[in-house]
């Protein structure tokens, strides 16, 4: 059973540009999150999809966004990018919505931005 | 308070020996509860989940859960090199209906041969 898809693996962009990454969930899950970690801040919950839906959201600014698509496939988009939003960004997988439910982890999309 | 700490180490055990992580949360109400592990430069996996006050054993590793005191532990026995990484423990959020989490910032685990 393939796990968690992220591409790209590595971005290197400059400030002020825009990037999305993708997220593949392991088949059969239909919740999708997305989290920043950095060395200073660790791992910090960006939002979370299920069914297409965003259900919850982070404390990050308006520039970070996300979908989801109807085969649970997601993306998350980030505009106007700024040095700070350099970090390693990681898509967790669930197969439900229920609380307690376990989440899997994706390889992660490095990004830097210079 | 943080929503959930851990000490950040680094911790060092020799080859063989018991390895303790050990994590508090803040959410007297949360009910779950889960260990990642990560490699330097990789993802987190999971590796345990904990619902219920007590042990639950998987091979080298047991987790304990005590929601009176707010704490839950990870212990690996017989520790290897390759257990050496940094240890996440992850709380769901209180108004979590699915996949969104609490995490530490880790403890960073080396066992030396």
């Known amino acids: 059973k393939a796990g968690v898809t992220q591409t790209p693996r590595y971005l290197i962009k400059t400030r002020g540009q825009q990037v999305t990454l993708s997220c593949s969930p392991i088949?059969?899950?239909?919740?999708v999150s997305w989290y920043q970690q950095t060395p200073g801040q660790g791992l910090q919950f960006l939002f979370e999809y299920f069914s297409e839906t965003q259900r919850n959201k982070g404390n990050f600014p308006g520039r970070f966004s996300g979908r989801q698509f109807s085969n649970s496939r997601s993306e998350m988009n980030v505009s106007t990018l700024e040095l700070g939003d350099s970090a390693l960004y990681l898509c967790?997988?669930?197969?439900?919505?229920?609380?307690?439910?376990?989440?899997?982890f994706g390889q992660g999309t490095r990004l830097t931005v210079v | 308070q943080k929503e959930v700490e851990q000490n950040s180490g680094p911790l060092s055990v020799p080859e063989g020996a018991i390895a303790s992580l050990n994590c508090t949360y803040s959410?007297?109400?949360?009910?779950?509860f889960f260990w990642y592990r990560q490699y330097s430069g990789k993802s987190p996996e999971l590796i345990m989940s904990i619902y219920s006050n007590g042990d639950k054993e998987d091979g080298r590793f047991t987790a304990q859960l005590n929601k009176a005191s707010q704490y839950v532990s990870l212990l690996i026995r017989d520790s290897q090199p390759s257990d050496s990484a940094t240890y996440l423990c992850?709380?769901?959020?209180?108004?979590?209906?699915?996949?969104?989490?609490?995490f530490g910032t880790g403890t960073s685990l080396t066992v030396i041969p």
């Open positions: 088949s059969g899950h239909r919740s």
């Open positions: 992850a709380v769901p959020t209180p108004a979590n209906t699915g996949n969104q989490f609490y």
């Open positions: 967790a997988s669930s197969f439900s919505v229920t609380y307690g439910t376990e989440a899997f």
């Open positions: 959410d007297r109400g949360s009910q779950s």
